[in-house]
């Protein structure tokens, strides 16, 4: 079992390469630290899960509002907010090979106990159970210790360390009171944001699951600390989760798992994971905590300004608390490319592999081919047709090799419609319209395109 899901994830990987998803970075060099770039059709899709969560979570709701923060903050805002000293991972070398490893992962996997923050239990059992290093598998570990995971950077014009943020939710808690006096926001309300954070992972892994520069998607929810955040807690929750089946996750590859309330930190009264079933097994790919008023409060301290809110209809005066609902944006397309991935058997003995993405995903919508390539008056209608949806849709014009040989690219990037112009259509002016799922094809008129894919893809 193990083995089959470590295929699909090979299998994902090596067609995100053919298939201009996504390369590894660097790799005329060597590659560089298990980073990656989108390509092309990763950079649409992408780009497509980024729309659709704006769209979910600020254009559709009354209550939440944008914000584009930098990547640069003032140093001070990393040490009130505690990362400067407490956002740490613990670290293990091993002395034989001089690899370096998560402790706490080391441990995890080889007895199931979650160790997070207890550095000498975690030396201890790196001896007494002889964990083994999994690179050069001799058991000769150093200490445990921490090691902070924020990337430093400096400034030409500021004296001191400035570091690239590792997390978006910073910069909004920043401009909270601009929001505040800004936009009429009345509570409850949101601020949401899209952007690159920065980790100092140990172990970068899992193709795009754990890399070091990835992107986030997150809301600061800001409440009344009086009213009931329970039933909040739980919309937010059930939101996370309709999130995912959007990116094509099915039901059964979607649990919570609640952090122990001894495990949380102190100002937070709950958090949750929502975990995927990823081709290595469950792992996090959002999560939502209570924080309290901890961040308001303690950039307040530290910058000296009042963080609060002002309900002018119970004239009451007070420091917000706040659900953080957050969101991988690399973990979801890896969720969308794991969900989409199919082999097929077909009819006439053959496989095909097809990337069923939902349709509003889907990098490329709708293909448009000449049947022959050295017919002139095909390419010319097609390329008519493609200037026409292009307008409208991402679209792709392709006149390579067989007709086969265009859907079965098509199947793999996942793209829903192919069009093909072939003799009958500079008789008919029609097409023949393939569906990317049930292979069907069919004859429509060129004039009832825009109507015929418009119904099909919005
Ligand atoms: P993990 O336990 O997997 O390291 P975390 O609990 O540190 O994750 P959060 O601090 O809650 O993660 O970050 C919010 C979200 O950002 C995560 O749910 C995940 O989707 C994403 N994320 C965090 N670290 C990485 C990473 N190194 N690479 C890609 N995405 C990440």
Redesign the pocket.
Known sequence: MAKEKNNKMEKIVSLSKRRGFIFPSSEIYGGFANSYSYGPYGRELKNNIKDLWWKMFVQERIDIVGLDGPILLNPRAWEASGHTTGFNDALADCRKCKKRFRADHLVEEATGKDLEGQLEEMTKILKEEKIKCPECGKSDWTEVRNINMMFKTNMNSFDGDVYLRP?TAGAIFLEFKNVVDSMRVKIPFGIAQIGK?F?N?IV?RNF?????E?E?MEIEYFIDPEVKWEDLFEEWLKLQEDFASELGAKDKNIRRYEHAKEKLSHYSQKTV?IEYNFPFGF?????LAHRGDFDLKEHSKASGKKLEYFDPQNNKRFVPHVLEP???L??SLLVALSSAYTEEKLEDGSERIVMKFPKKLAPIKVAIFPLLKNKPKLVEKAREIYDNLKTEYMCEFDDNGNIGKRYRRQDEIGTPYCLTVDFDTLEQDDVTIRDRDTMKQKRVKIKELNDYLNKKLK
Do not use: K
């Open positions: 997390e954070a980790r992972e970068a795009i699951f754990r890399v070091r990835f986030q994971d792992a996090e790919l959002f999560g957050t969101f991988g690399d973990r």
